[in-house]
C-alpha cells in the first residue's frame, strides 16, 4: 500500500483504488481494510453474488449500522437535554 | 416496490435486489434508497467509473461516516461519565 498526505493506493475485494481525502494516510487504510474485509465476508456466504452486488450489500449492511447508531446517539443527546 | 414484514425488492443502481432484514420493509426501502441515491451521485462526478467502483466508492464514504459518528458518540458518553 502506497502513501502520502490524505491520500493512499489500496486493494478492495482484487481492484486497486487511489484515494483521496481529508483522513489521514492510516484512516483510509484502515478503511479501506474494513470494507475489503466487510466484501469477502458477503461473498463466501453467496458463492454467485456479483462484485456489484457485493459491494451494493456491503454499503446497505454499513447504511443500517449508520442509522442504528444516529439513533442511539440522538438519544443520548436528548437525554443529556434532559428531554427523557 | 414489493413488500412484506422484513422483506422488500428494491432497485439500485438499475439491479433489483430482494432484501431481508430485522428492519420493517419501510426502513429497508429507505436504506436502499439512500444507497441508490450515493451511487448515482458518484456516478454523475465520475463518468468513467464501473457499478462496483461506484458501490465500493459507495461503502468507503459511509464507513468514514459511521467512524466519525462513532467517535462523537463515544465523546458523549465519556463527557456523561465525567472523564472529560
Redesign the interface.
Known amino acids: 500500500m502506497e502513501k502520502q498526505k490524505g491520500k493512499a493506493t489500496v486493494e478492495?475485494?482484487g481492484?486497486t483504488?487511489t484515494?483521496r481525502?481529508d483522513?489521514d494516510p492510516e484512516?483510509i487504510i484502515r478503511?479501506?481494510a474494513?470494507?475489503d474485509d466487510?466484501?469477502k465476508r458477503i461473498a463466501r456466504n453467496n458463492l454467485r453474488l456479483?462484485?456489484?452486488?457485493i459491494?451494493?450489500?456491503?454499503?446497505?449492511n454499513?447504511?443500517?449500522?449508520?442509522?442504528r447508531?444516529?439513533k442511539?446517539?440522538q438519544e443520548?443527546?436528548e437525554?443529556?437535554n434532559g428531554e427523557k
Open positions: 478492495i475485494f481492484e483504488y484515494l481525502g483522513d484512516t478503511v479501506a474494513f470494507i466487510r466484501m456479483s462484485p456489484t452486488r459491494a451494493v450489500l456491503a454499503a446497505l454499513l447504511a443500517e449500522e449508520y442509522l447508531l444516529e442511539d446517539y443520548l443527546v437525554m443529556i
